[in-house]
Antibody, heavy 115, light 105 residues
Framework: EVLLQQSGAELVRPGSSVKISCKASGYTFTDYYMHWVKQRPEQGLVWIGRINPANGNTVYAEKFKSKATLTADKSSNTAYMQLSSLTSEDTATYFC????????WGQGTLVTVSS | EIVLTQSPNTMAASPGEKVTITCRAS?????MYWYQQMSDASPKLWIY???KLASGVPDRFSGSGSGTSYSLTINTMEAEDAATYYCQQCCSTLTFGSGTKLEIK
């Protein structure tokens, strides 16, 4: 069974950074890109970017190029996303997803930016 | 960059009513995917390759379209279908429609 298990909710201060994780199981981690998606409260889904776990190559949506950094650890089958210089606009639930005809999503990680 | 425009933004349907949600792409795409999202839950793949139902999706749902115009149809609305539906262009990069919130009357 394919599972994407994300790390828990985070409460962080404005201006700080946060790193959230997505541990994959049930498939060969390096065979599929991992994507990340943002969803602000009561808003729609926005694509952040993707990483190829096999070689670390990344592609970002333009608006996230200076906000998000995607990495992957093949030894632990875990993808990471670091968000920097956090503001209230970054308060959202973040999902990792392996999209396609058999799509899988993590349960989401709520990041709350507040002083 | 492809932009997906969904309509309507919100709608309410009575049990048994036929429902159609549309998604227009700013340029031609080969396939369309659809997701269902319940409150405080992850999106679930609902329709892939434009018209194929994901596992467990009731057959009152259908998908159709080509080029720049796609749709999701519920033949007879049921209470459990109340959710937000998103169209998605996949998979090198992802683009989502703005979502359609479907409520039961």
């Amino acid at each position: 069974e394919v599972l994407l298990q994300q790390s828990g909710a985070e409460l962080v201060r404005p201006g700080s950074s946060v790193k959230i994780s997505c541990k994959a199981s049930g498939y060969t981690f390096t065979d599929y890109y991992m994507h990340w998606v943002k969803q602000r409260p009561e808003q729609g889904l926005v694509w952040i970017g993707r990483i190829n776990p096999a070689n670390g190559n990344t592609v970002y949506a333009e608006k996230f190029k200076s906000k998000a950094t995607l990495t992957a650890d093949k030894s632990s089958n875990t993808a990471y996303m670091q968000l920097s210089s956090l503001t209230s606009e970054d308060t959202a639930t973040y999902f990792c997803t392996r999209p396609g005809r058999f799509a899988y999503w993590g349960q989401g990680t709520l990041v709350t930016v507040s002083s | 960059e492809i932009v997906l425009t969904q309509s309507p933004n919100t709608m309410a349907a009575s049990p048994g009513e036929k429902v159609t949600i549309t998604c227009r792409a700013s340029s031609s795409v080969s396939y369309m995917y659809w997701y269902q999202q319940m409150s405080d839950a992850s999106p679930k793949l609902w329709i892939y390759d434009t018209s194929k139902l994901a596992s467990g999706v009731p057959d009152r749902f259908s998908g159709s379209g080509s080029g720049t115009s796609y749709s999701l149809t519920i033949n007879t609305m049921e209470a459990e279908d109340a959710a937000t539906y998103y169209c998605q262009q996949c998979c090198s990069t992802l683009t989502f429609g703005s979502g359609t919130k479907l409520e039961i009357k």
